[in-house]
């Protein structure tokens, strides 16, 4: 079953990343953007996230990231990479002024995937490569946000409706999901701070293909939440602004 898990986990970064570049394709499209313009933009952002893909899963193979005796652990770079462009993205003016021309259930909807996610992790668990507490039977409740993704999607952008503040909880709550169980994944890895000591450690996730999931998937994830929070709080503010005007 391993292999066809491993086969799960590179079909399912590979849809993740598909949806990601269609999405950005048609909200140009939608944007009006220059085409020449567009193939640039597409062309950056494929790159960057093959490449990306590329390097980890490179590395992975060759052992790089299961060295878990260095301090702090290798695998880090895998978790902090992700993050550190992300929040480069929050934090850029540009693609904040992009973020208004996103759909807002677009952000929601992708949030489904973590139910493939939490399923493959299932089956990780089920040939003993995995721990049972970081799997939906054990304390890991992400798949929620997966399922419950387009539900709030529907209810909160569905039919013209805009509840704004139903989308920002569903995010936070989301995110409190998702810190749930990095935390729990980290303090499972074979390092001087491991607090879970039932077996199998945390090592899988430093493997060629599973460590897509804390290099890309996990951070699919959480930046589609920061993306989402981003423009409900803009959204907001302008409509405050409004308000204070009219």
Not at 89 to 111: D, E, G, N, R
Not at 161 to 183: C, Q, S, T
Request: aromatic share 16%; net charge positive; hydrophobic share 55%.
């Amino acid at each position: 079953m391993y292999f066809i898990t491993q086969l799960g986990f590179i079909f399912l970064t590979i849809a993740c990343i598909s949806i990601v570049l269609w999405g950005l394709n048609k909200v140009l499209i939608r944007d009006r953007t220059e085409s020449n313009k567009r193939k640039t933009i597409l062309f950056r952002t494929a790159a960057i996230i093959i490449g990306w893909a590329a390097i980890s899963g490179t590395l992975a193979w060759l052992g790089f990231f299961s060295d878990f005796e260095s301090m702090p652990p290798k695998l880090f770079i895998n978790l902090f990479v992700p993050l550190a462009i992300i929040l480069a993205l929050v934090f850029s003016k540009k693609f904040s002024q992009f973020l208004q021309t996103v759909p807002p259930a677009w952000l929601l909807y992708i949030q489904s995937f973590r139910v493939f996610v939490e399923i493959l992790l299932w089956m990780l668990f089920i040939d003993n490569l995995f721990p049972i507490h970081l799997t939906f039977e054990g304390r890991n409740w992400d798949v929620i946000a997966g399922i419950t993704g387009p539900i709030f999607a529907y209810i909160c952008f569905g039919n013209g409706r805009m509840n704004i503040n139903l989308a920002i909880i569903y995010n936070f709550l989301g995110l409190a999901l998702l810190f749930n169980i990095v935390a729990m994944a980290i303090l499972s890895m074979p390092l001087p701070f491991r607090y879970f000591m039932n077996e199998p450690s945390n090592v899988i996730v430093a493997t060629f293909p599973i460590i897509w999931l804390p290099g890309l998937l996990v951070p699919l994830a959480y930046s589609m939440h920061f993306f989402s929070l981003k423009q409900l709080f803009s959204m907001k503010k302008g409509k405050q602004k409004i308000g204070a005007t009219a």
